[in-house]
C-alpha cells in the first residue's frame, strides 16, 4: 500500500479481554516501531523490529504486552489482560533500514478498555 | 538515555505571525539525527523538518526552518507566515546515528495559529 495502514482504527473492549493490533508497514520497509499515545501525551515507545527479529523490546510496560512481526512485513502487538491504563492510541511506524531514515506513521489505533 | 525536553506545553500565533518552538536534548553522542513531526488534529504524524547533527547549516523547508545549536543541544523549529493548517501539536525527536533505533520523543507542544 501506498503508506503504514493499522487496523483497527478503533477499539473498544472489556477490562480483561485480550486485544490485537495490526499494522502493515510500507513495502520494502525493514524496520517497524510501535509506540504508545496517551491522552494529550508524548510518544512512548514500546517495541522495534528490524526485519523479524526485535533487537529493542525495552518499552513494553509488562509482560501482558507482546509483539511479532512475520515475513518482514505485518506486526501484530497483542495486549492480554487489558486494564483501563491500557487506553492509548497506538501508533505504528516503518522505515527504510538506515540510520536516521524517516519513520513513516499509520493513523493508530484507539483503544479503549472499559 | 538520551532525553527530549520540550518546555513549552502550549502556543498560540497570530495567523501570519512567525512563532518559535523550543526543543533542548541530552546525548552523550557526536553524530545523531533530529526531527520535528507535527500531528494536527486528525492523528496523523507528519515529518516536518530533519537535521543531520553532523552538518552545521541549518535546515529549511519552506516556512520552516530549524535553529540547531549542537553546543547547547538545543533545536527549535521557527514557523513564518503561520498558517490555520499549522495548528497542531509539534513534537521534537531525537534519533541515534548507529543503526536503526527508536525515535524518541519529546512531551510535545501544541500550537494554536489564530486567525
Known amino acids: 500500500g501506498a503508506g503504514v495502514s493499522q487496523s483497527p482504527s478503533n477499539k473498544v473492549t472489556e477490562k480483561g479481554k485480550d486485544v490485537e493490533l495490526r499494522c502493515d508497514p510500507i513495502s520494502g520497509h525493514t524496520a517497524l516501531y510501535w509506540y504508545r499515545q496517551s491522552l494529550g501525551q508524548g510518544l512512548e515507545f514500546l517495541i522495534y523490529?528490524?526485519?523479524?527479529?526485535?533487537?529493542?523490546k525495552s518499552g513494553l510496560p509488562s509482560d501482558r504486552f507482546s509483539a511479532e512481526r512475520t515475513g518482514g512485513s505485518v506486526s501484530t502487538l497483542t495486549i492480554q489482560r487489558t486494564q483501563q491504563e491500557d487506553s492509548a492510541v497506538y501508533l505504528c511506524?516503518?522505515?527504510?533500514?538506515?540510520?536516521?531514515?524517516?519513520?513513516?506513521f499509520g493513523s493508530g489505533t484507539q483503544l479503549s478498555v472499559l | 538515555a538520551q532525553t527530549v525536553t520540550q518546555s513549552q506545553p502550549e502556543m498560540s500565533v497570530q495567523e501570519a505571525e512567525t512563532v518559535t518552538l523550543s526543543c533542548t536534548y541530552d546525548t552523550s553522542e557526536s553524530n545523531y539525527y533530529l526531527f520535528w513531526y507535527k500531528q494536527p488534529p486528525s492523528g496523523q504524524m507528519i515529518l516536518v523538518i530533519r537535521q543531520e547533527a553532523y552538518k552545521q547549516q541549518n535546515a529549511t523547508e519552506n516556512r520552516f526552518s530549524v535553529n540547531f545549536q549542537k553546543a547547547a543541544k538545543s533545536f527549535s523549529l521557527k514557523i513564518s507566515d503561520s498558517q490555520l493548517g499549522d495548528t497542531a501539536m509539534y513534537f521534537c525527536a531525537f534519533m541515534r546515528e548507529s543503526g536503526n533505533t527508536p525515535l524518541v520523543f519529546g512531551k510535545g507542544t501544541r500550537l494554536s495559529v489564530i486567525a
Open positions: 511506524a516503518s522505515s527504510l533500514a538506515r540510520g536516521g531514515e524517516k519513520l513513516f
Open positions: 523490529f528490524q526485519g523479524n527479529s526485535a533487537p529493542d
